[in-house]
Nanobody, 127 residues
């Protein structure tokens, strides 16, 4: 069973950057990896995902600002977040799953599409 742990959250001013990392307990080369976030009182939303071939997907609100990447040799997933805004404030979770594919290609999917989750790392963006 894959275990994942997130690192890198913190407090940053609007316009700033953070880089989240997620380290897996074993190889995740065959898994799709995703970043989800949940703000207080809000539903959990998928932010970005990357599959085993390196295909990526982002929600519209982070396109051009966030970059998801993976280093399979290090069993590590990253989320580079630039131009952060207060609305990006949330608990960020790393997740691993089999991948979601639709007619248009790879999709981020929803929480139920991922079987392995970390404990989360808090990102707070001040105005």
């Amino acid at each position: 069973q894959v275990q994942v742990v997130e690192f890198g959250g913190g407090l940053v001013q609007a316009g700033g950057s953070l880089r989240l990392a997620c380290i897996a307990s074993e190889t995740f080369v065959d898994l799709t990896m995703g970043w989800f976030r949940q703000a207080p009182g809000q539903v959990c939303e998928g932010v970005a995902a990357i599959d085993m071939d390196g295909s990526t997907r982002y929600i519209d609100s982070v396109k051009g600002r966030f970059t998801i990447s993976r280093d399979n040799a290090k069993n590590t997933l990253y989320l580079q977040m630039n131009s952060l805004q207060p609305e990006d404030t949330a608990m960020y979770y790393c997740a691993a799953g089999a991948g979601v594919y639709r007619d248009g290609g790879m999709d981020i999917g929803s929480e139920r599409d991922y079987g392995y989750w970390g404990q989360g790392t808090q990102v707070t963006v001040s105005a």
